[in-house]
């Protein structure tokens, strides 16, 4: 999962968990995340992945059609 991570061009992934929920934070870095994800989601061991862990989660139903996730839009952000 972190070689394929990689790949997808993102960078300083986290996940965090408050009781039920979990956050994910990362840094894409690259230049088509469309394309990124989709690649990755074609890898096998994503895929591996993805069946060992989609059962333990429910998405937001607020998330857009077709969508696992939900992206927030980020409102404030300092270096």
Do not use: K
């Not at 995340?33 to 060992?52: G, H, K, S, T």
């Amino acid at each position: 999962m972190n070689a394929a991570i990689r790949r997808a061009n993102i960078r300083n992934y986290s996940i965090y968990r408050f009781q039920d929920l979990l956050f994910a934070y990362f840094e894409y870095t690259g230049d088509d995340f469309r394309a990124d994800m989709a690649r990755m989601a074609a890898d096998p061991e994503v895929q591996r992945w993805w069946a060992l862990t989609d059962a333990m989660q429910d998405p937001i139903p607020d998330r857009p059609a077709g969508d696992w996730w939900l992206t927030l839009t980020e409102i404030f952000h300092t270096d």
